[in-house]
């Protein structure tokens, strides 16, 4: 079946770094994809989607990828803070299947 | 206003009783859906209503039993809990299949 998965559990940064956070899927028809971001004790909050005649979209301090080659999308976040600090999804639309989270600790 | 809105939020119960949580949404959003978080954080769906009409029904017992009254409401009720229900549960409504607003969770302990 569809699978969309994280490459990494968990992922620690110092303030001020640029995080990355990748994401890889399974089915080529997937067409539109979306970040989630997962404080602890809330609901998961849109962050930024992407379509699949995009290769990039960028939004307020983060930027997602999308290569369909490789069916791999990326999170990034320019100048991470405290405030970043969650559990992040990426989901593949079609089927709402979402991937696995990973933790992203930021210290100051 | 709070736009996704589920009660309650902690829910502790012993196994075997039936219990219910509501969720309402004031979005305006055709579509509404349960999911189910296990403690490692997956998230996995359960039901998709679009217009009180059941559109996803994933592999998932049927002693959990959604409900649309109308297109802001999605109940769930389960029946003859078990451990293995013990999770948080979330509603989402979307318009269509665009981004899902989530509500703030349920967490449901059966002891």
């Known amino acids: 079946g569809e699978s969309v998965g994280l490459h990494l559990p968990t992922l620690s940064v110092q303030e001020g770094d640029n995080s990355i956070i990748n994401c890889a899927y399974s089915n080529s028809a997937s067409d539109y994809f979306i970040w989630y971001k997962q404080e602890s004790g809330k609901g998961p909050q849109f962050i930024i989607d992407i379509r699949s005649n995009m290769d990039k979209r960028q939004g307020q301090r983060v930027t997602v990828l999308l290569n369909k080659t490789v069916k791999h999308l990326s999170l990034q976040i320019a100048a991470t803070q405290p405030g970043d600090s969650a559990v992040y999804f990426c989901?593949?639309?079609?089927?709402?299947?979402f991937g696995k989270g990973t933790t992203l600790s930021v210290s100051s | 206003d709070t736009a996704v809105s589920q009660t309650p939020k902690y829910l502790v119960t012993q196994m075997g009783n039936d219990k219910s949580i509501k969720c309402e949404q004031n979005?305006?959003?055709?579509?509404m859906y349960w999911y189910k978080q296990d403690s490692k954080k997956f998230l996995k769906i359960m039901f998709s209503?679009?217009?009180?009409?059941?559109?996803i029904n994933e592999t998932v017992p049927n002693r959990f039993s959604p409900k649309s009254p109308d297109k802001a409401h999605l109940n769930l009720h389960i029946n003859s809990l078990e451990l293995g229900d013990s999770a948080v549960y979330f509603c989402?409504?979307?318009?269509?299949?665009?981004?899902?607003?989530f509500g703030s969770g349920t967490q449901l302990s059966v002891l």
């Open positions: 989901a593949e639309m079609g089927a709402l299947i």
């Open positions: 989402a409504s979307s318009q269509k299949r665009e981004k899902l607003f």
């Open positions: 209503y679009n217009n009180k009409e059941l559109i």
């Open positions: 979005l305006g959003h055709d579509t």
